[in-house]
Nanobody, 116 residues
């Protein structure tokens, strides 16, 4: 199974980015998916999850600013990030979620850097 996160980059505070996570086979379309992030010197944390039915959950600080979505036909999950803050700077990862936990080994992730 391969999950490839992309779309990161450098953005000014207040800006927006859209991350994508493409999976091999039907791994994305058939699974609950999550976005996670790891800031420098910090533990990896959950950002948002989306179930197979489209139900979503967000970590508190991301509510109202981030939107997770999925396109099963493209086997891809997205993370729209608005009103970005410097504290959102991190490597963002996607993964399959099983029993509220990330299931597969972590891939490379995509780096998001928010400048002040």
């Amino acid at each position: 199974v391969q999950l490839q996160a992309s779309g990161g980059g450098l953005v000014q505070a207040g800006g927006s980015l859209r991350l994508s996570c493409a999976g091999s086979g039907r791994v994305v379309s058939g699974s609950s998916m999550g976005w996670y992030r790891q800031a420098p010197g910090k533990q990896r944390e959950l950002v948002a999850t989306i179930g197979t039915s489209g139900s979503t959950n967000y970590a508190g600080s991301m509510k109202g600013r981030f939107t997770i979505s999925r396109d099963n036909a493209k086997n891809t999950v997205y993370l729209q990030m608005n009103s970005l803050k410097p504290e959102d700077t991190a490597v963002y990862y996607c993964n399959v979620v099983v029993s509220n936990r990330a299931f597969f080994p972590w891939g490379q992730g995509t780096l998001v850097t928010v400048s002040s």
